[in-house]
Every structure is written in structure tokens, then in C-alpha cells.
């Protein structure tokens, strides 16, 4: 069970590969994947229970988010999108498949 807690300036850079069996939650934290056009998402979801609270996730490749499996993703009150409005854009913003399962909540997407 993994919690990772920002004060309001914390950024996270790179790829998480959330997998079966793992849970936990981030909170108030800026996470970005800023390859160009990279087929990673910021976010693999493949199982476990993972809640995003007050953050902003974005990606400047095909996904911000890419939940599948038997995985359960909850967003409060969060920002998810492209990382600009043209040059790094997100592709697809938030995919979901399978079996997998997103609630969302106060959250914005773009």
C-alpha cells in the first residue's frame, strides 16, 4: 500500500506502472510524462484499488491514464489532460478496458 502526499508544489516525472495486487493514492501532486508522442502512458493501471485526490495528471504522449484489468481508479477533484494546448497534447486523455473500473468525481478533464 503505497501513499504519496505532496505539499502543493510537488511534481512527479515519469512513468508508474501500477500492477495487480498493488493500492494506494496520491495526493495533491503534479505527475507528468513528458516524452513526445510516447505510447506510455503517465499512468498503467493494470489492478489493485488506487485513488488520485487533488492532483494534476498529465502526458504529452498517447494517454495520461490507461486502466485495464481488474483495477479500480477513483479521481477527487482532479485535473487530467495534455500537457499544453497543441505542441503536447494528450492523444486519448484517460482509457479504460477490460474489466477495469474509474470513478470521478469534482474532476476535470482536457
Known sequence: ?????????????????????????????????????????????????????????TSAGIDVMFVDGQAHVVLRRCVAGGMDEEARKSQNGIRVTGHALLESSESTFG
Not at 12 to 17: E, F, I, R, S, V
Not at 25 to 44: D, L, Q, R
Open 1 to 57: 500500500n503505497i501513499h504519496i502526499v505532496g505539499p502543493t508544489s510537488a511534481q512527479l516525472c515519469g512513468h508508474w506502472n501500477l500492477l495487480p495486487g498493488t493500492s494506494g493514492c496520491f495526493t495533491g501532486v503534479a505527475a507528468f510524462w513528458g516524452e513526445y508522442n510516447s505510447t506510455k502512458a503517465t499512468f498503467m493501471v493494470s489492478g489493485g484499488e488506487w485513488q488520485f485526490q487533488h492532483a494534476e495528471l
